[in-house]
């Protein structure tokens, strides 16, 4: 059985409260794409602060190439955990506030931690195995160079594809975390329907858990402490200005 076929066939145990419309987290409707507006807004200016705090402050043409990789790779991740979702309400009886909130809850948490140690070994096989340039994160070159930015881009968006096939095998082959997420939900349904359910799910708790997430991966994907810049004092004024 192949783990497409795994994910669709997955039943989670009939929804603990009937009332709950699967439709009712309607992750491409308007509210939907307004809250991942505001996500991506409170993101960036929380990456902004970030940087302000920074000792010593990295050079905006660099930080620039570090967080647009996190936004190349957060809409590839977005994207899927939307096919997810959308697939297993469409094909169980699962409630797809309930999919789309363990995707993000796993991706957060669990999920960084394997972006860490994978995006940390293929850049070790990279450049200390393969001896190759333009693969140490954070690092571009002087001046810097859209190549090295792609080739790093690269092994982050490689990465975050091997996170997302463990974290959907996870998904399709332990059903039984529906219910661990019916219950962690279970306090956002009220005697006035799901509404809470999808105020939590699809505003408060994504954009604080991207928030978080976007802080500890612009750590990772930066270059290190101990990584040359391969910035002149020259080049570095320039990007400052």
Request: hydrophobic share 50%; aromatic share 10%; proline share 6%.
């Amino acid at each position: 059985m192949s783990l497409f076929n795994a994910l669709l066939r997955a039943e989670p145990p009939p929804p603990a409260f009937p009332d709950v419309d699967p439709p009712s987290c309607r992750l491409l409707g308007p509210t939907a794409l307004i809250v991942q507006a505001l996500m991506g807004l409170f993101v960036i200016l929380s990456l902004i602060y970030k940087r302000h705090r920074e000792t010593p402050k990295r050079p905006w043409k660099i930080w620039l190439f570090d967080v647009s990789k996190q936004v190349v790779g957060q809409l590839f991740v977005h994207g899927i955990n939307l096919l997810v979702s959308g697939l297993v309400s469409h094909h169980t009886d699962g409630n797809a506030c309930v999919s789309y909130f363990l995707n993000i809850l796993i991706d957060t948490t669990f999920g960084i931690l394997l972006i860490y140690v994978t995006l940390h070994s293929l850049t070790n096989l990279f450049t200390e195995k393969l001896q190759m340039k333009g693969f140490e994160s954070g690092v571009y070159g002087d001046p810097p160079s859209l190549n090295y930015w792609a080739r790093q881009a690269a092994l982050y968006i490689l990465s975050l594809t091997t996170m997302k096939v463990v974290v959907v095998a996870i998904l399709a082959f332990i059903p039984a975390i529906y219910d661990a997420g019916e219950w962690l939900l279970s306090w956002t349904m009220t005697g006035d329907g799901d509404a809470l359910q999808v105020v939590f799910v699809m505003g408060i708790f994504p954009i604080i858990m991207n928030v978080l997430q976007f802080w500890i991966i612009d750590s990772i994907v930066k270059a290190s402490g101990g990584a040359p810049s391969q910035l002149s004092t020259q080049s570095v004024q320039q990007l400052l200005l």
